[in-house]
């Protein structure tokens, strides 16, 4: 099947640094990818969808300054978390759509924590 | 909105028996999706199975199948002779057709598999 990467898995940052993820498509071009948040023993809350070579589009409540969302090819996605926070600690994850039947595949998910 | 719901937040099932997770959803919409997706501890999402709302036959994979009652507006999940390893939350999710539409997820199901 196909297969959604992200890095890094881990990264510790201090408060007020900005942190960038990555979320690659590996053997499939996603011209549309998603980006989520998810709380301890909590659901996925969906952040942002990105499209290719298009701003991205998110979600009430998200601070688009925030969470930067970069999707320049068919097969990256960018998150970037400026001036983070200890409460921007969480685990973040993408997903891609694959464009034939529209399928969609999640990356193994990145922990933030900020200190 | 569409919204779904997961009213058990937590099963339990000994080896080798059967357990059936409940999801409803409410929608306007006749034409959707609706999904299972499996968290291990690991926290990749893996698609268990999906069910498109325009069959009236229950999807199954393996030891997987759904009871899919659309004029209810419910997708349950039934595993059958449950092993270890699908210990798990499980999270029901729901997607209408077309490129720009966007998973909603239920609050999930925490199953624990014992001996």
């Known amino acids: 099947g196909a297969v959604v990467s992200q890095h890094p898995s881990w990264v510790i940052c201090k408060s007020g640094t900005s942190v960038k993820i990555e979320c690659r498509s590996l053997?499939?071009?996603?011209?549309?990818m998603f980006w989520y948040r998810q709380f301890p023993k909590q659901s996925l809350m969906l952040m942002a969808t990105?499209?290719?070579?298009?701003?991205?589009?998110?979600e009430q409540g998200v601070e688009k300054d925030k969470f930067l969302i970069n999707h320049a090819s068919l097969t990256l996605s960018t998150l970037t978390v400026t001036s983070a926070h200890p409460e921007d600690s969480s685990f973040y994850i993408c997903?891609?759509?694959?464009?034939?039947?529209?399928?969609?595949?999640f990356g193994p998910g990145t922990r933030l924590t900020v200190t | 909105a569409q919204t779904v719901t997961q009213s058990q937040p937590e099963m339990s099932v000994q080896e080798a028996e059967t357990v059936t997770l409940s999801c409803t959803y409410d929608?306007?919409?006749?034409?959707?999706?609706l999904f299972w997706y499996k968290q291990p501890p690991s926290r990749q999402m893996i698609l268990v199975i999906r069910?498109?709302?325009?069959?009236?036959q229950n999807a199954t994979e393996n030891r997987f199948s759904v009871n899919f009652q659309k004029a209810a507006k419910s997708f349950s999940l039934k595993i059958s002779d449950s092993q270890l390893g699908d210990a798990a939350m499980y999270f029901c999710?729901?997607?209408?057709?077309?490129?720009?539409?966007?998973?909603?997820f239920g609050t999930g199901t925490r199953l624990q598999v014992t001996l």
């Open positions: 053997d499939f071009q996603a011209t549309t």
């Open positions: 997903s891609a759509r694959d464009p034939g039947p529209y399928e969609q595949y």
């Open positions: 069910q498109e709302a325009y069959k009236q």
């Open positions: 990105s499209n290719e070579g298009s701003k991205a589009t998110y």
């Open positions: 929608t306007s919409e006749s034409d959707y999706y």
């Open positions: 999710a729901y997607r209408l057709t077309g490129t720009a539409s966007k998973l909603t």
